[in-house]
């Protein structure tokens, strides 16, 4: 599955690049995150627990940050099992550029799914994920603009 987009985000470079950063402003901004820590510098463990469909998986996973080019772009890949559901591997690359208004946010995603989630049928996952991706860039943008910390938005 692949999809793209992009979002204008009220603030500035560097503050957008901050956020994207930020353990406790990501794990606020995912859907269904229920923790995310720093491993390192460059790593991140997550649980997330999601719906798709019929399908309820809880997602343990790996986050990497890679090509890191501050403060305009990185990508992020990672990897989740959610045990008998399947799986849950893919990784995006995030671009910012400095816009009228604010900073424009592009993404560019690649996932892959495995297991009775794979089951369910391509289209289902594309807009579930689509959904997601949204849900995703809406708290973000909201977090980021107001420039509260994740707990107020949440």
């Not at 009220?10 to 491993?39: F, H, M, Q, R, Y």
């Not at 080019?69 to 671009?95: H, M, Q, R």
Request: proline share 4%.
């Amino acid at each position: 599955m692949e999809m793209n987009g992009e979002q204008l985000i009220a603030a500035s470079k560097e503050k957008v690049w901050e956020a994207l950063n930020d353990p406790e402003v990501l794990k606020a901004s995912i859907p269904g995150c229920k923790s995310l820590e720093k491993t390192s510098e460059t790593e991140m463990a997550a649980t997330v627990e999601l719906k798709i469909g019929p399908v309820k998986a809880k997602f343990d996973g790996e986050v990497e940050l890679l090509n890191l080019n501050p403060p305009t772009s990185y990508t992020i890949s990672g990897e989740g099992k959610g045990g008998i559901a399947g799986f849950a591997k893919g990784g995006a690359d995030v671009v910012l550029e400095e816009a009228e208004g604010g900073t424009l946010l592009k993404y560019d995603v690649k996932a892959d799914v495995g297991g009775k989630i794979a089951q369910l049928g391509s289209r289902l996952i594309d807009s579930t994920a689509k959904k997601l991706a949204g849900q995703f860039f809406e708290k973000f943008g909201e977090i980021v603009e107001q420039g509260k910390s994740p707990d107020e938005v949440a």
